[in-house]
């Protein structure tokens, strides 16, 4: 009797060893989320399983909008009575400024160092141009320093000698048409010449 029931517990205890096995090998699958095919039950029926914990979506980077660029003010000059060549007091002159459009258009400028001053010329149409054309008298005679603005661009600077009439070699300054932004050349922004006030059409 006594070897029957010591058999029988060897037994239990054997099964009971596997089971236990068999459990541990189970739940460490499940728990690595790669239970056996044949499982027959799901792996949420098994004590100890921890279920894996859901992985939030990355935030997706949205890029924010961005105004449009505002366009820089440019300032073509052109000797239109005798284009390529020196200003003289007497010639005709056409000045071509570009920037944003429907904007107004400040000119300031300085004669030969003189104190500066800012005029309004107007507004820009609406390709973003504004053309001022006249004639330069004697008043205008001098060296010449400008900056054209439209709205919030950034200006542009002008450098220019206007001679009397019939005098060459007065120290032309830069080559004509000449555009460039303001910082690139320094200079004091002052007067317009009075026939860009009193005589230009825009």
Same mark, same amino acid.
């Given at each position: 009797?006594?070897?029957?029931?010591?058999?029988?517990?060897?037994?239990?205890?054997?099964?009971?060893?596997?089971?236990?096995?068999?459990?541990?090998?189970?739940?460490?699958?499940?728990?690595?989320?790669?239970?056996?095919?044949?499982?027959?039950?799901?792996?949420?029926?098994?004590?100890?399983?921890?279920?894996?914990?859901?992985?939030?979506?990355?935030?997706?980077?949205?890029? @924010?909008?961005?105004?449009?660029?505002?366009?820089?003010?440019?300032?073509?000059?052109?000797?239109?009575?005798?284009?390529?060549?020196?200003? @003289?007091?007497?010639?005709?002159?056409?000045?071509?400024?570009?920037?944003?459009?429907?904007?107004?258009?400040?000119?300031?400028?300085?004669?030969?160092?003189?104190?500066?001053?800012?005029?309004?010329?107007?507004?820009?149409?609406?390709?973003?141009?504004?053309?001022?054309?006249?004639?330069?008298?004697?008043?205008?005679?001098?060296?010449?320093?400008?900056?054209?603005?439209?709205?919030?661009? @950034?200006?542009?600077?002008?450098?220019?000698?206007?001679?009397?009439?019939?005098?060459?070699?007065?120290?032309?300054?830069? @080559?004509?048409?000449?555009?460039?932004?303001?910082?690139?050349?320094?200079?004091?922004?002052?007067?317009?010449?009075?026939?860009?006030?009193?005589?230009?059409?825009?």
């Amino acid at each position: 009797m006594a070897d029957k029931t010591t058999g029988t517990l060897i037994t239990v205890a054997v099964v009971g060893a596997a089971a236990y096995a068999l459990y541990e090998y189970l739940l460490s699958q499940c728990n690595a989320g790669t239970p056996p095919s044949w499982l027959p039950f799901q792996c949420a029926n098994i004590p100890g399983y921890i279920p894996p914990t859901a992985t939030s979506a990355p935030t997706p980077i949205v890029s @924010q909008p961005t105004g449009p660029a505002i366009a820089a003010t440019t300032a073509v000059l052109t000797n239109v009575t005798a284009p390529g060549q020196p200003y @003289q007091a007497g010639d005709s002159f056409r000045l071509v400024i570009t920037g944003p459009p429907n904007a107004p258009v400040i000119g300031t400028a300085s004669q030969n160092g003189s104190v500066s001053s800012s005029t309004n010329f107007g507004n820009t149409d609406s390709t973003g141009t504004k053309i001022i054309t006249g004639t330069w008298d004697a008043t205008n005679v001098g060296q010449w320093q400008q900056a054209w603005q439209v709205g919030n661009s @950034q200006p542009a600077a002008l450098s220019f000698t206007i001679a009397a009439k019939g005098v060459s070699g007065l120290g032309y300054i830069f @080559q004509h048409p000449y555009v460039v932004k303001l910082g690139q050349s320094p200079f004091a922004g002052n007067r317009i010449p009075m026939s860009l006030i009193h005589r230009g059409n825009g």
